[in-house]
């Protein structure tokens, strides 16, 4: 907490004066959980100007298949074109606003709007409108598409004209990605929580591992966050070094990038960085982040051995991914309002496994299910205390809350920089 992100002054008062409320190294005021015109600067500085994960490139193979995704009022198909390119639009025909679709996903041969039949190619354009008068210019009746990039397999969009370059963000996180195969990947399970807590307060919870000890029995067995460095004892330190050892023999793109003990560091607010890939070590015993550390399904992408610990991806403002040698587990957010987040938790496996033959629920699940809804009841604590006129920000920790506290310097940066 020494370090300071680059200075930047809202235009709006109330922002600058917010901004300025909170103490530097302590949790934020209780109005930035509070605050409905912060809220809406939110949504403009943040949701609607950086890059959102959307989903997998896997969940719509072939030309024509589709699913939509609501952010606010606003709602998107992404749908795959003729030319086999990913585009998102609006679900808003051009005639009189109807939605094209209500189905969460699907597979279509054109849009075909139920009010009037305005029909639209799979690229987006307006292609028959009949009873409409001669002349009409369809060439302008396109639907309003939103940009999007894709990445290892992974799906992202962003609503602002001019959003932050993506290409850092591809190079940055490709690499470590793609032997993962998103792409040869399958949904083998996703479950939808709404979670009553600012959406703050779940990367908040993210970015520290203060609280796994006592409540995160299952995943500090196999995962050396808890440990900062410093604080490995004789024995870690020796079994960190074993594993680091074996790890440098393994191919260049599954090598151990975290050498570590605690959180890899992120964001990194001085340089305004959203993203980050990193592979991490898992502990003796564990390959695969499951709860007897037994591989729970085959192996995915281009995966040879189970030795390659686990891949963490993360992207602000809305996801984050731990993926073992033979399955993903990947967490969206989306804010509803204030205090409450919808949180999509994903479980992602090789498209060729089937499910009994070579996985089981029962057995890929719990691991991340019992982690998520472990850190879910917490936010909704935490929501509910800082709810209490006697709430007051504390001091952060910062030996184990660094990268809380680098979160939160992100966030204001994201809020004072937007005119
Ligand atoms: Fe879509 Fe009329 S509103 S065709
Ligand atoms: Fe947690």
Known sequence: MDTHPPTQTSANPHIRQLVASRQEGYALPRAFYHDLAL???ESQSIWRNGWLFAGFTCQIPHPGDFFTLNVEDDTLIILRGDDE????????CTHRGTLLTTEAHGSVRALVCPYHQWTFTRQ???FHCSGMQEGLDKSRLGLHQVQLETCAGLIFLSFAHQPPAFEPARQSLAPLAMPQGFERAKIAWSKRYEVKANWKLIWENNRECYHCNVNHPQYIKSNFDIYEDGQLSQRLQERLAVALERSKNEDDELAISHRQGGLATFPDA???????ANRTLLTEGYLSESLDGQRVAPL???YHDERGGVLRLRTLPNFWCHASCDHAVTTHLLPLDLHR???RVTWLVHEEAQVARDYTLEKLLPFWQLTSEQDWGLCERVQRGVNSSAYLPGPLSILREYNLDAFLRWYLFQLSSWK
């Open 39 to 41: 809220y809406a600067h």
């Open 85 to 92: 390119q990913i585009r998102a639009f609006h679900n808003v």
């Open 124 to 126: 987006g354009e307006l």
């Open 270 to 276: 001085e340089h305004n960085i959203w993203y980050a």
């Open 300 to 302: 995915m992408g281009t």
């Open 341 to 343: 987040t919808l949180v």
